[in-house]
């Protein structure tokens, strides 16, 4: 019954590759995407260019891999990574890679390049029906083997939504033998703070009684994705200030705007770190009797150490703590340049929001300090 409704998730097939593929070609926008990726080559050319596509992996590869390239080089300082031998068999073996959530696309974009060009199968990923409102974006997505989580509804529909995600889940990692890419939490992390749901290891559960053996049998391993400017922290520092005082409401097409804008921004380095399986930690727990809710906090606990040790701090994660502290605590991290440079940088990001309150910088600076905070246990 559940399988039956795996079709409202799934991406596309080889098979659905075609009709995808031309209306990308028919949509709006496809001139302006042409001219971004292949700026020597007319419409025509780039349009039998897609349609010589066979594959999503062929698709992938060659389009979507370009993409990724394009925005490192032109909005970025360079992509490096780490750790990566620890999933060294995911072609064989699959795993569930549960990242902290900095950038809507751009995250699992990233980590789809590092995958790509080490000659390694790419996964499954996660996104949010709330997004899934304009057609090529759709199509990009699920040509980008993106899974639909349905989010909202009343309290039965969500359950029921969990659960059918939980076993698409499952089914995807222990029979179709595919990895899958998931946040730690619903939404982007807006203060720095990488700290996992619970919810989410719940709903990774599912209706299974063996807990323990339940979270086994989806080889989960942790993903650190650490960005040197942080990506849209103009927007996510408006949000925090304004939810400190009013509920805060999402603006018509909010949500692709941050989209556009993770992908044009300037982000300095990124480094994307691979984690350790936490079944070692499973294992330590399988015969404690702990009841049901302690295992899920020992998982909690796990990743979110892991993502607080993997997280790669850059100069201005150092910056910021010492301005929000007035001190040269670790004046030996930066150099005055870089300081000076990242004070112009936060002074800009002020000026630009319509608040005028000191609030805004103790925001805006926070969400640099709080990861070298979580990592050196300065909470």
Known sequence: MIENNFDKLRPYTDKELPAAVNRIIEHKSFPQLCKMLYPNKSTDEVANILRSFKTIHEFQKNFALRMVLKIIESTTNGLTYSGLENIKDVNNFAHLLIANHRDIVLDSALMQAVFTENNLQTTQITVGDNLMTDQLFIDLAKLNKMFTLIRGGSKIQMYRNAILHSEYIRNLITNENES????????????????????????????????????????IVPVTISYEFESCAKSKTREIYISKHVEYQKYDNEDMKSVMAGFTTFKG????????????????????????????????????KQFYTNYKLWPNNYIAFDLLNNSDKYSSEYTT??????????????????????????????????PLKNKFGLN
């Open 180 to 219: 899958l890419w998931i946040a730690q939490r619903d939404g982007r992390t807006k203060d720095g703070n990488d700290k996992t749901q619970q919810g989410l290891i719940k709903m990774l559960i599912g209706n299974r009684k063996d807990f323990i053996q339940a979270l086994r049998e989806l080889n």
């Open 269 to 304: 380095r990124i480094h994307i770190s691979f984690g350790k399986n936490i079944n070692a930690i499973l294992d330590k727990i399988k015969n404690s009797n702990l009841p049901n809710n302690e295992i899920v906090d020992v998982v909690v606990n796990e990743l979110d």
């Open 337 to 370: 340049e870089q300081k000076n440079t990242f004070i112009k940088y936060t002074d800009k990001i002020i000026d630009e929001i319509e608040f005028k309150d000191s609030e805004i910088k103790t925001i805006l600076l926070g969400i640099y300090a709080n």
